[in-house]
């Protein structure tokens, strides 16, 4: 029993010891926020001397926030919109079809996870802008869904799909349904909790790319918020007062889209890894 409470002890610890190395600099950037660039220096770990929301003010207005914002939307709600319909079709007809072509592309598709596609840059900006895509929302979406996304997306929906019986679609065809009305009357509302995983993976990753939208977008006006935030930084030197600021206005989205699908990225994790 002593055993048992001190390991228990010990495991409690360790928590708190992990709680404090991750929460630390997560408060350092929080209280920074408040204080003048004098307080900053002096006191680096202690409480402002009071809530002072002018470091939010001029973040606001310098980031241009209100259009960053803007770009940031639709660049990843059109990106993980078409991530989720191409992927789960590709992955629907990698799963059930036999033919070796189609495992030859999941083989390929699989490639790209391993090959980061920082590797194809130049090939990349060539092509995007032979297309004439070049400082367009539309450019870093195709580059987003099918160079950088697509593959994990496949890779987690087939396996899912895997597991949805057959006989569903037999019935679905002996009553004179097609492959397409099929898979999106029958098999893709199954598919809600994977599609979960996707949709928060990929958000994420595509909301916190700074890379793609630095290489493809120029104007000012369709900048991205990581861009704003990168544009203010000094090369010399940086007022970390007016910076973090930047930063919090930049996850803030980030953090009231979880609160919202808590439930959802759990829910989804958890199937992911068990049905994948």
């Known amino acids: 029993m002593m055993k048992k409470r001190l390991t228990n002890g010990f495991y409690r610890l360790g928590f708190i010891l992990i709680s404090v190395v991750v929460g630390l600099p997560l408060y350092y950037l929080v209280v920074t926020t408040f204080k003048t660039p004098e307080e900053a220096a002096l006191s680096p ?113 087939r396996g899912f799909i895997s597991t949805v019986p057959v006989e569903l679609e ?43 939208p630095l290489l493809f977008l120029q104007s000012p006006d369709k900048a991205v918020l990581l861009q704003e935030v990168y544009k203010n930084v000094g090369p010399f030197s940086t007022n970390w007062t007016s910076f973090f600021p930047m930063l919090v206005l930049s996850v803030l989205p980030l953090v009231v889209f979880y609160i919202i699908m808590q439930k959802r990225v759990i829910e989804g994790v958890v199937a992911g890894s068990v049905k994948g």
């Open 45 to 157: 770990l202690g409480l402002p001397s009071s809530l002072n929301f002018t470091n939010y003010q001029r973040a606001l207005e310098a980031m241009n926030y209100g259009n960053a914002l803007k770009n940031n939307l639709i660049i990843t709600v059109s990106a993980v919109i078409l991530l989720v319909v191409f992927a789960s079709m590709a992955a629907y007809v990698i799963s059930r079809s036999q033919s070796k072509l189609f495992k030859t592309m999941y083989n390929i598709f699989l490639v790209g996870l391993i090959i980061p596609f920082q590797i194809a840059i130049v090939p990349l900006y060539q092509i995007i802008s032979g297309l004439n895509l070049m400082n367009t929302h539309l450019g870093v979406i195709l580059v987003s869904v099918f160079c950088i996304n697509l593959p994990l997306s496949i890779f987690l929906l």
């Open 170 to 212: 037999e019935a679905a065809f002996l009553d004179g349904c097609g492959t397409f009305k099929t898979f999106w009357l029958i098999i893709f509302p199954l598919l809600k909790p994977i599609i979960s995983t996707v949709v928060i993976l990929n958000a994420l990753a595509i909301w916190n790319d700074f890379l793609t």
